[in-house]
């Protein structure tokens, strides 16, 4: 891919791309212009293997059992845990992010905690308790989920003040440190 324009964006030019013969994406020398004013850079799909953790070559996820990552045999490795499209591959919107993340919380809980008995959230209060210390002997501050809904409040509040959209990320972790505050103190 290449940004033409003197100046600002112009242009964009992107090559053709092809599945080779072990299933990767390979470029075919074909290229196409195209004109643009904005080009928004995208992380992509495809998630890459991270070192030492088992990687499926072919789903380019790493395996696990409801976000455990397993070895080869199948068995759950100690304190290894995976999320998101690295868990399940490209599928989904945020709200299968939520819902993913909090199946993965609530398999590491449980390992906090085994033989525990849940709360309604699936969650021993066992290993809420333990989690809530390990965090606090770090310094580190939870965001709860009444705190979510002020960083929500917060960018709709922004959107609404520039007029775009319905909500518009805050631009640091200061701001939605900032959002949260009032619940903390």
């Known amino acids: ?11 964009l030019i992107v090559e053709r791309t092809r599945l080779d013969e072990n299933g990767k994406l390979t470029g075919t020398g074909e290229y196409e212009r195209m004109d643009v004013q904005m080009v928004l850079r995208s992380v992509g799909y495809q998630s890459v293997p ?7 070559e072919k789903t380019y996820t790493v395996p696990n059992e409801m976000g455990r990552v397993t070895g080869q045999d199948g068995a759950p490795l100690p304190r290894e845990y995976v999320v998101g499209w690295l868990k399940r591959g490209p599928t989904g919107v945020i709200g299968t992010n939520k819902s993913d993340a909090a199946d993965t919380v609530r398999s590491l809980l449980a390992d906090c905690a085994p033989g525990q008995s849940p709360d309604g959230n699936g969650i021993a209060q066992a290993a809420r308790d333990q989690l809530a210390g390990v965090l606090a002997a770090r310094g580190v501050l939870p ?3 009444t705190d979510w809904l002020r960083v929500e409040q917060a960018e709709m509040d922004l959107a609404t003040s520039l007029g775009r959209g319905a909500t518009v990320k805050l631009p640091s972790r200061e701001a939605i440190d900032a959002a949260c505050r009032p619940l903390r103190q």
Do not use: A, H, Q
Request: hydrophobic share 35%.
């Open 1 to 11: 891919m290449r940004i033409e324009g003197p100046g600002r964006v112009s242009g």
């Open 50 to 56: 991270l070192p030492g953790v088992p990687f499926d």
């Open 143 to 145: 965001v709860s989920y």
